[in-house]
């Protein structure tokens, strides 16, 4: 699944996963423009203006360099396109760190996300050497549900944060 050249650099059926760069902006961009995409966000539906996207860029970036972990872009190999997001950020808030993703709405429902939740997660136990990973999704998010509960995570509560009621899962390195 890692590259021994790259080990930053995942490999998942038909797409590449690499750690996101500033290069990234017009991709990312362009996913968090659609409203269908950021429904389940806590923007809750109003794309991410271009600035925000440049500002959440940087801190993925700085992450990747603060923590050694971090969010892959999801590279589709014979596009060589970015096609989405997914990976680890610590959260301050909750002192934790989440699993995280995203998607291109033309890539929805092949599984992509599950593939990557799972990539990212066993990068995280197996080389981060994280003790405990969370993730959360809004309740009526039917289709995040699954790939939280496909990629091995569990739920656990409902919380509150970023202004959201969300639902809470969470596995344990083993």
Request: aromatic share 10%.
């Amino acid at each position: 699944m890692t590259n021994p050249a790259h080990p930053k650099v995942l490999q998942i059926d038909d797409f590449t996963m690499r750690p996101l760069q500033t290069s990234d902006l017009d991709a990312l961009a362009a996913i968090w423009a659609d409203s269908e995409v950021t429904r389940f966000l806590p923007s809750r539906g109003i794309p991410i203006s271009k600035e925000n996207t440049e500002k959440s860029l940087k801190s993925f970036v700085n992450h990747w360099q603060q923590r050694g972990y971090g969010i892959w872009a999801i590279i589709e190999n014979c596009s060589s396109q970015m096609i989405g997001y997914c990976g680890l950020r610590y959260l301050d808030e909750l002192d934790e760190v989440e699993v995280l993703y995203g998607l291109a709405k033309i890539y929805w429902g092949r599984g992509i996300a599950t593939k990557a939740a799972k990539a990212a997660i066993s990068y995280g136990f197996n080389v981060a050497n994280l003790d405990k990973l969370i993730a959360m999704t809004l309740p009526d998010n039917l289709a995040s549900r699954r790939v939280i509960e496909k990629a091995g995570l569990e739920y656990k509560k409902q919380i509150h944060i970023f202004n959201l009621d969300v639902l809470y899962y969470s596995g344990q390195n083993r």
